[in-house]
Each structure stands twice: as C-alpha cells, then as structure tokens.
T-cell receptor, first 114, second 112 residues
Framework: ETGVTQSPTHLIKTRGQQVTLRCSSQ?????VSWYQQALGQGPQFIFQ???????GRGNFPPRFSGLQFPNYSSELNVNALELDDSALYLC?????????????FGPGTRLLVL | EDKVVQSPLSLVVHEGDTVTLNCSYE??????LLWYKQEKKAPTFLFML????IEKKSGRLSSILDKKELFSILNITATQTGDSAVYLC????????????FGKGTKLSVKP
C-alpha cells in the first residue's frame, strides 16, 4: 500500500448534483494530482496541487475544481454532474512537483452519475 | 498531439509463460516513463525509466527504455495468476506541470 487514502470508496449521484472527493497524501509528500479514469481507459490528468496552489491543469472544464490544505490533503469538487462524469477518480501524491516525478496512487473513488 | 500507445490491449497466457508488453510514445520533451500495475483500483508503481538501454529489474519483472526508437517493454517471466492485472504505461515530460500521460493499458490474464 502506498499510504495514499481516498474517501468515499463509492458514490452514486444524479445529474446536476455536486460532489466532493477527498484524498490524504502519503506522509512527507507535498504534491497531489487528480486523475479521471473512464472504463477501459488510462487515467487522464485533471489537475495538480503543490503547497496549496494549483500547479497545472488538464483539459477539464471549470466545474472541476480542487483544494489543497496545509496538511497537503486535497479535495476534488465537481459541480453540475453529467452522465459522462461517471468514472474512477484517482488521487496520486508525490514527493515534489518536479516533472516526471513518481506518483503514488490511492485506491480511488468510483463515481456513478445517474 | 502527445500520445502513449500500448500493445497488445489484452493478452491471455498460462502460468509459467513469459510475456512482453509494449509501450510506444510520442511526447515532446520526454523526461521519464513509468510502469504501473492496476489490479482493482489503485495503480501500483513498478518502474521509472529515464535512461536509454538500462534495464530495471524487480523479481520476475524487468523493463527497458529505448529513447531513440521511443518505446519501452515490460517483461514478466514465469507468470503467475497473481500477475493478472492491467499494466499501465505513463510518460512524464518537461513543462508538464505534473501531468503524466497514460496509455490505455494492457489487460493481462494468466490462466492456471
């Protein structure tokens, strides 16, 4: 196990609702990245947080937002949920924001939007 | 457009077989290539490769990177049923701001 934890493990929402997913990074890691993994696909980068600031963002709309707290844990918020948001959401922590740094993944939150 | 392509997409073998999984990439300003094993949810880290031609090994798994031909292979010898998983290849690049670009993965099934 990597020491990265996520909650909840599963979640069911309906279209238009809002959701908050949580992630605790591995001890000593100050960088958290979020990924969306649709069924049968590889993970896609949503954004990364480094020391409470957004450090980079993938091709996701503004209704995907995040936070990082002083203890380096993080939240992913998704507003106005759409059916296509159904996916496994993975959080990964790394020692630093250095490019190409190894990222260690949590177990994910499986979100189903009905 | 940057991309990572894995092949085959799925593979069925029997215990004891040796398998080779492929990952090719077209990424500007390449920095590193990473292999992960995903059994149910969390991808678990296997290897990170940055230098061409240097093999990394861990038990029955090994991997090598060819930066000239832009590909990597992951070898698994004497496969076991516990090796059944999706194997993901990801590339990190300069200027990425944290982004790893993943391939779609290779689903390996090892039959007893």
């Amino acid at each position: 196990e990597t020491g990265v934890t996520q909650s909840p493990t599963h979640l069911i929402k309906t279209r238009g609702q809002q959701v908050t997913l949580r992630c605790s990074s591995q001890s000593g890691h100050n960088t958290v990245s979020w990924y969306q993994q649709a069924l049968g696909q590889g993970p896609q980068f949503i954004f990364q947080y480094y020391r409470e600031e957004e450090n980079g963002r993938g091709n996701f709309p503004p209704r995907f937002s995040g936070l990082q707290f002083p203890n380096y844990s993080s939240e992913l918020n998704v507003n106005a949920l759409e059916l296509d948001d159904s996916a496994l959401y993975l959080c990964a922590s790394s020692l630093d924001r250095k490019e190409g740094e190894t990222q260690y993944f949590g177990p994910g939150t499986r979100l189903l939007v009905l | 457009e940057d991309k990572v392509v894995q092949s085959p997409l799925s593979l069925v073998v029997h215990e004891g077989d040796t398998v080779t999984l492929n990952c090719s990439y077209e990424v500007t300003n390449f920095r590193s290539l990473l292999w992960y094993k995903q059994e149910k949810k969390a991808p678990t880290f296997l290897f990170m490769l940055t230098s061409s031609g240097i093999e990394k090994k861990s038990g029955r798994l090994s991997s090598i990177l060819d930066k000239k031909e832009l590909f990597s292979i992951l070898n698994i010898t004497a496969t076991q049923t516990g090796d059944s998983a999706v194997y993901l290849c990801a590339v990190g690049y300069r200027g990425s701001q944290g982004n790893l670009i993943f391939g779609k993965g290779t689903k390996l099934s090892v039959k007893p």
